[in-house]
T-cell receptor, first 113, second 115 residues
Framework: GAGVSQSPRYKVAKRGQDVALRCDPI?????LFWYQQALGQGPEFLTY????????KSGLPSDRFFAERPEGSVSTLKIQRTQQEDSAVYLC???????????FGSGTRLTVV | AQTVTQSQPEMSVQEAETVTLSCTYD???????LFWYKQPPSRQMILVIR??????QNATENRFSVNFQKAAKSFSLKISDSQLGDTAMYFC????????????FGEGTQLTVNP
């Protein structure tokens, strides 16, 4: 597609529910990134894929967070047993390679109630 | 640790005037990339300008230019002839060669352009 597409745009989850957030990167972009952006703050790195390989997951805040990109294109960020502190905007970005500016999606705003 | 500091949480400017947003960063590495991103209410982060640290010449993109001072670890963004559409949150970010393409962002500066 022309841009990075994320869905859903908004998600409200009850505490304890599992959620899955989808990212469809720009076709041909090898690198894919997930960031978490709390209200009023800058994005914080979560994880990075190069094709289907998850090369860095050091930013995932707990083992309740899991990301996958099985065929090297679409990626899913899953959060199990959501907590209130998980409320944030989750941004996905893709790029052709290191040093290139990312192209970001519009994010998913997750609210845990 | 690698950090980015934006010391101006909010700024405002009159339409058609010039404004400068400041950014400082800290890294022990010599090779890195610096970026300014714009985030309007739509939430999509839009790349405004990028600078390679090994280049001494300051990057320019139309009305946007940077003042890159490597020794001072400073990377400010100048917006000339400000337009109402420039109203947004602006984030400074950098990426090092060893960070695995990870971007480190500052806290952001909310810029408002007034008519």
């Amino acid at each position: 597609g022309a841009g990075v597409s994320q869905s859903p745009r908004y998600k409200v989850a009850k505490r304890g529910q599992d959620v899955a957030l989808r990212c469809d990167p720009i076709s041909g972009h090898v690198s894919l990134f997930w960031y978490q952006q709390a209200l009023g703050q800058g994005p914080e790195f979560l994880t990075y894929f190069q094709n289907e390989a998850q090369l860095d997951k050091s930013g995932l805040p707990s083992d309740r967070f899991f990301a996958e990109r099985p065929e090297g294109s679409v990626s899913t960020l899953k959060i199990q047993r959501t907590q209130q502190e998980d409320s944030a905007v989750y941004l996905c970005a893709s790029s052709l390679g290191a040093g290139d500016g990312y192209t970001f999606g519009s994010g998913t705003r997750l609210t845990v109630v | 640790a690698q950090t980015v500091t934006q010391s101006q949480p909010e700024m405002s400017v009159q339409e058609a005037e010039t404004v400068t947003l400041s950014c400082t960063y800290d890294t022990s590495e010599n090779n890195y990339y610096l970026f300014w991103y714009k985030q309007p209410p739509s939430r999509q982060m839009i790349l405004v300008i990028r600078q390679e640290a090994y280049k001494q010449q300051n990057a320019t993109e139309n009305r946007f230019s940077v003042n890159f001072q490597k020794a001072a670890k400073s990377f400010s963004l100048k917006i000339s002839d400000s337009q109402l559409g420039d109203t947004a949150m602006y984030f400074c970010a950098f990426m090092t060669e060893t960070s695995g393409s990870r971007l480190t962002f500052g806290e952001g500066t909310q810029l408002t352009v007034n008519p």
